[in-house]
């Protein structure tokens, strides 16, 4: 019985001491809801589709206003074209989760005969995954998010295509829990299959799922910038065109000249005069009197006023660019900056573009893996981007050989073992 006892007081200490030592669970775990009670104030629910009051105008309105201003202004639509070309990088891809050799080749042919034939338009002869990515991110910069519809081929074995999808047609409802993608087209609402559609929204909010467009902050500042180039152009046109202001004296009066033969010679001389002046060809020069006078009429300091409209046009480039998160230079808009500050502004720009690839990394591999998985081939599909740049490699590979010879000093000199110099040389190489 004492036994007994004793192996009960045991083991409820040994309880309470777990018990002690356990890290508590913030709130509890039972205290956790299975759906949010939250409510996001700058949410209004109208007909049950999320409104965002922080949007001042219909968003179809805005990803249209978009599009004409990336059409229309061209450092919008060289900024556009340089996002996605620079996020288009080469790509490959890696199959994991065996090593048969065999499944592997079955598994490439699979993944490369579905990325010639995804591409919506059957008429673009082979355009597959480029094409796709291009549009992917063209919708992504342009209108601030990427739509679409995976759909399988008519016996469901494997995909067929991704068909886009317009996002200004896109319409959020929530059910209380998550939210759910309608389609708007012509008045219709269609509820579309949440397993098979995709979409990602650029920068969303918890206001705004919808996600932002980079031009989002630019239609002010383009505005003004239109304005400029406008009145830049006219006047411009006056001061590029010289204009001549001819001073003819009028003849002295014949002595017993009437004041109508006086009158009629005067108008006749003037009109000869002008006469001439009009019939003057670009290389034929004047002859006249010397009580003609030939002055230039123009805007003073014209060179002045030009580079006054070449700075305040400028100001608002940059401008631009900024809104675009680019620099001048990677629009064409060259100052003569040195190699070394372009180069370290270039290297931004990959950061950014990496950060933006991962989005299109993982739609990716959710069209990939679905499409082995149709299959019954039991791999993991990886893509990859191919970033390196072709500028800097004479000091890429100087960087390298110095991180080599340092990891074999620190391995010669017992610093660290085998195992950590292999672990080190690894994450160089990812690196």
Same mark, same amino acid.
């Given at each position: 019985?004492?036994?007994?006892?004793?192996?009960?007081?045991?083991?409820?200490?040994?309880?309470?001491?777990?018990?002690?030592?356990?890290?508590?669970?913030?709130?509890?775990?039972?205290?956790?809801?299975?759906?949010?009670?939250?409510?996001?104030?700058?949410?209004?629910?109208?007909?049950?589709?999320?409104?965002?009051?922080?949007?001042?105008?219909?968003?179809?309105?805005?990803?249209?206003?978009?599009?004409?201003?990336?059409?229309?202004?061209?450092?919008?639509?060289?900024?556009?074209?340089?996002?996605?070309?620079?996020?288009?990088?080469?790509?490959?891809?890696?199959?994991?989760?065996?090593?048969?050799?065999?499944?592997?080749?079955?598994?490439?042919?699979?993944?490369?005969?579905?990325?010639?034939?995804?591409?919506?338009?059957?008429?673009?002869?082979?355009?597959?995954?480029?094409?796709?990515?291009?549009?992917?991110?063209?919708?992504?910069?342009?209108?601030?998010?990427?739509?679409?519809?995976?759909?399988?081929?008519?016996?469901?074995?494997?995909?067929?295509?991704?068909?886009?999808?317009?996002?200004?047609?896109?319409?959020?409802?929530?059910?209380?829990?998550?939210?759910?993608?309608?389609?708007?087209?012509?008045?219709?609402?269609?509820?579309?299959?949440?397993?098979?559609?995709?979409?990602?929204?650029?920068?969303?909010?918890?206001?705004?799922?919808?996600?932002?467009?980079?031009?989002?902050?630019?239609?002010?500042?383009?505005?003004?910038?239109?304005?400029?180039?406008?009145?830049?152009?006219?006047?411009?046109?006056?001061?590029?065109?010289?204009?001549?202001?001819?001073?003819?004296?009028?003849?002295?009066?014949?002595?017993?000249?009437?004041?109508?033969?006086?009158?009629?010679?005067?108008?006749?001389?003037?009109?000869?005069?002008?006469?001439?002046?009009?019939?003057?060809?670009?290389?034929?020069?004047?002859?006249?009197?010397?009580?003609?006078?030939? !002055?230039?009429?123009?805007?003073?300091? %014209? @060179?002045? &006023?030009?580079? #006054? $409209?070449?700075?305040?046009?400028?100001? +608002? *480039?940059?401008?631009?660019?900024?809104?675009?998160?680019? !620099?001048?230079?990677?629009?064409?808009? %060259? @100052?003569? &900056?040195?190699? #070394? $500050?372009?180069?370290?502004?270039?290297? +931004? *720009?990959?950061?950014?573009?990496?950060?933006?690839?991962?989005?299109?990394?993982?739609?990716?591999?959710?069209?990939?893996?679905?499409?082995?998985?149709?299959?019954?081939?039991?791999?993991?599909?990886?893509?990859?981007?191919?970033?390196?740049?072709?500028?800097?490699?004479?000091?890429?590979?100087?960087?390298?050989?110095?991180?080599?010879?340092?990891?074999?000093?620190?391995?010669?000199?017992?610093?660290?073992?085998?195992?950590?110099?292999?672990?080190?040389?690894?994450?160089?190489?990812?690196?």
């Amino acid at each position: 019985m004492k036994i007994k006892n004793f192996l009960r007081k045991l083991k409820n200490r040994k309880e309470n001491l777990s018990a002690s030592t356990r890290v508590p669970a913030f709130g509890g775990v039972k205290n956790l809801p299975d759906k949010p009670l939250s409510k996001n104030s700058l949410m209004s629910e109208g007909e049950d589709f999320i409104i965002p009051l922080a949007s001042q105008y219909d968003h179809s309105f805005r990803i249209k206003l978009y599009r004409f201003l990336t059409d229309n202004i061209p450092a919008l639509n060289s900024a556009i074209w340089t996002w996605t070309r620079l996020s288009c990088a080469p790509s490959s891809f890696k199959l994991k989760g065996s090593d048969d050799q065999a499944l592997l080749e079955q598994g490439s042919r699979i993944v490369s005969a579905l990325d010639r034939r995804i591409y919506q338009h059957s008429f673009y002869k082979f355009g597959g995954i480029e094409s796709l990515l291009s549009q992917f991110f063209y919708s992504l910069f342009t209108d601030g998010a990427v739509c679409g519809e995976l759909v399988l081929e008519p016996y469901r074995k494997r995909i067929g295509k991704f068909h886009f999808i317009d996002p200004s047609t896109i319409k959020f409802k929530s059910n209380g829990i998550d939210l759910e993608l309608y389609q708007e087209v012509e008045g219709e609402l269609i509820r579309l299959n949440k397993d098979s559609t995709y979409y990602y929204g650029l920068d969303p909010d918890s206001q705004d799922p919808r996600g932002k467009s980079i031009l989002s902050s630019i239609p002010f500042v383009s505005r003004i910038e239109q304005t400029l180039l406008s009145d830049m152009q006219k006047s411009m046109h006056n001061a590029g065109y010289h204009r001549l202001h001819v001073k003819l004296k009028p003849p002295e009066r014949i002595s017993a000249e009437s004041n109508e033969a006086y009158t009629k010679r005067a108008n006749q001389y003037f009109e000869d005069t002008l006469q001439m002046m009009k019939k003057l060809s670009v290389e034929d020069n004047p002859v006249t009197w010397n009580d003609v006078q030939v !002055d230039y009429i123009g805007p003073q300091g %014209s @060179y002045a &006023a030009t580079t #006054s $409209w070449y700075i305040n046009h400028k100001a +608002l *480039i940059e401008e631009i660019c900024t809104g675009v998160h680019l !620099d001048p230079f990677i629009l064409g808009y %060259s @100052y003569g &900056a040195p190699y #070394s $500050w372009a180069q370290i502004k270039y290297e +931004l *720009i990959l950061r950014n573009v990496i950060s933006i690839q991962a989005s299109a990394k993982r739609f990716m591999e959710w069209i990939h893996n679905l499409e082995l998985a149709l299959n019954g081939i039991n791999l993991e599909y990886e893509h990859l981007f191919d970033n390196r740049k072709a500028f800097g490699l004479l000091e890429q590979r100087q960087a390298e050989k110095l991180a080599l010879e340092n990891i074999i000093l620190k391995k010669n000199s017992g610093l660290i073992t085998e195992e950590e110099a292999k672990r080190e040389l690894k994450m160089t190489d990812d690196k």
